[in-house]
């Protein structure tokens, strides 16, 4: 097949093989106009994680477990039929498959280090729920007679 628009890019250096990305074309039934039922516009893009050897062994295990809800037999696979060319539903499972494997092999967040509650701010919380105390208290019928 031919080349895509460039090279899919996951972070940094590291780019999606074309060799180990697997198509499948089906018949879509998304929008299309008078061949669109006779027209396989439907794309399903798999890519094997559990074997794949562009990634390093760090970002695969990464991926593993974050995506293991999504994962068949180590492969993950990617559908588009939203457009009515194929070459397009191309780009857009290429460009999905992409983002979700970033998005798995992302570093995990720095943990959240804990703060006090400053002093200023327990001051003011304590001084209005005395205000607020007081408002309610001559609210109290008991002076009224």
């Not at 995506?67 to 492969?75: I, K, N, P, T």
Request: glycine share 8%; hydrophobic share 30%; charged share 30%.
């Amino acid at each position: 097949m031919e080349d895509m628009s460039g090279p899919h890019v996951i972070r940094g250096s590291v780019c999606l093989p074309e060799a180990e990305l697997q198509w499948r074309f089906s018949r879509s039934s998304g929008p299309g106009g008078q061949h669109v039922n006779t027209s396989d516009s439907q794309v399903e893009l798999r890519f094997d994680l559990a074997r794949t050897e562009a990634l390093p062994p760090v970002w695969k295990e990464r991926a593993l477990r974050r995506l293991e809800g999504r994962l068949v037999g180590g492969v993950v696979s990617v559908r588009a039929s939203e457009h009515r060319s194929q070459w397009r539903n191309r780009e857009t499972a290429a460009v999905r498959l992409a983002a979700l494997l970033a998005e798995a092999t992302a570093p995990p967040p720095r943990p959240r280090r804990p703060t006090k509650v400053p002093r200023g701010i327990n001051e003011r919380r304590l001084r209005e729920k005395k205000q607020r105390s007081q408002t309610k208290r001559g609210r109290s019928p008991k002076d009224w007679g």
